[in-house]
């Protein structure tokens, strides 16, 4: 109930938010309208799709989702635009980072002394998050050299393998970062690679690849859990029915669970929205995170952008195996949406750019 309302409000903020004046508009502007684009894509999938499925509720859940997400990165913008002072904004930054780790260690806490998570991949997000921004407190490499060792120890504990995996990939663009900033074939490489990388796993699972490397035994001894988690399984229906309707999809509101006998997500966001609004609505998706992309290039030496750009990549990673950064779980993206909005805005500052060549 508590989600609901805070989408409805959202939706309601991200309205009034239009009306707010302010410098370097336009990358909001060009968020608002590939939003809007997937908005009618969704409705438009869901009007063609099967009419005997009552997807509905779905769609409105879709439509929400999306509009909270374009109305955080809108309010981090304005959040960070306003920030007067360098102690205003490190007072505000204090804040935001405690905000997350108290929620960080009170699922830390579960986690030790109770129940078992029954996915444990958003508590490590959440930390992955948090930890990447953290990083941005530290000036010394050595101090950052710590605590990313402490950060990834904590992920160890959680349980979580696409935690780990997007926090270590956050983790090395941090560190690549001045590298990245000279040079702009390898910055978009970069981004590249999370698509190519996508693909691979998505190809390895549904080839014999995977038995021929005997990669659940290996998987097995080191974590203690199979390969693919049953996503060797999932990951076939859901692509046998992507195929039947390759280009606007099976209708914006739909899951895997109303087309199979699984009550489950895809557990992986790009499948999620081929079944959904097709390669179309794909294509849209990407174009958004390339938006994003050149965003961070365009203020890459902001001081918030570095860690902003880590965690972007890291959360793209993570996608492989959920569906939390646009749908799904999506309160887990929030704290990142949030943050990018945050550096983006500070960014039209120039006080706040730093000498990272």
């Known amino acids: 109930m508590f989600g609901y309302i805070a989408l409805y409000f959202l939706v309601i903020f991200a309205i009034l938010l239009q009306f707010y004046s302010f410098k370097n508009t336009k990358f909001l502007y060009r968020c608002y309208g590939i939003s809007y684009l997937m908005i009618f894509l969704y409705a438009l999938s869901n009007i063609i799709s099967d009419p005997n499925l009552d997807n509905s509720l779905g769609l409105v859940q879709r439509l929400l989702q999306l509009i909270s997400v374009v109305s955080i990165l809108h309010i981090g913008y304005v959040f960070g635009s306003g920030l007067d002072g360098d102690y205003e904004i490190v007072v505000y930054r204090k804040i935001f980072l405690l905000t997350i780790f108290f929620v960080s260690a009170i699922f830390f806490l579960i986690s030790i002394f109770g129940s078992d998570f029954k996915n444990k991949n958003p508590y490590g997000a959440w930390l992955a998050i948090a930890g990447l921004i953290s990083l941005g407190n530290f000036n010394k490499k050595k101090s950052i050299g710590v605590f990313a060792i402490i950060l990834l120890l904590m992920l160890v504990n959680s349980g979580s393998r696409t935690a780990l995996i997007s926090f270590s990939g956050g983790l090395f663009v941090y560190y690549i970062w001045p590298y990245l900033c000279a040079r702009r074939n390898l910055y978009w ?169």
């Open 189 to 357: 490489a970069v981004l590249l690679s999370s698509f190519i990388l996508s693909y691979l796993i998505i190809n390895f699972t549904f080839t014999s690849l995977g038995q021929i490397w005997n990669l659940n035994l290996i998987s097995q001894d080191l974590s203690g859990k199979n390969f693919n988690s049953g996503r060797d399984i999932i990951w076939p229906v859901a692509w046998e029915l992507i195929v039947e309707k390759p280009w606007l999809g099976r209708g914006g509101g739909i899951q895997l669970s109303h087309l199979s006998d699984f009550d489950l997500s895809t557990h992986n966001f790009y499948l999620q929205i081929l079944l959904q609004v097709g390669f179309v609505g794909l294509t849209f998706v990407v174009l958004f995170f390339l938006s994003l992309w050149q965003k961070f290039w365009e203020a890459r030496y902001s001081s918030y952008i570095r860690s902003a750009a880590s965690i972007f990549f890291a959360m793209l990673l993570s996608q492989n195996f959920e569906v939390f950064i646009l749908q799904g779980n999506i309160a887990v993206s929030w704290p990142m949406w949030m943050f990018v909005g945050l550096a983006f805005g500070s960014s039209a500052n120039s006080k706040y750019f730093i000498a990272t060549r």
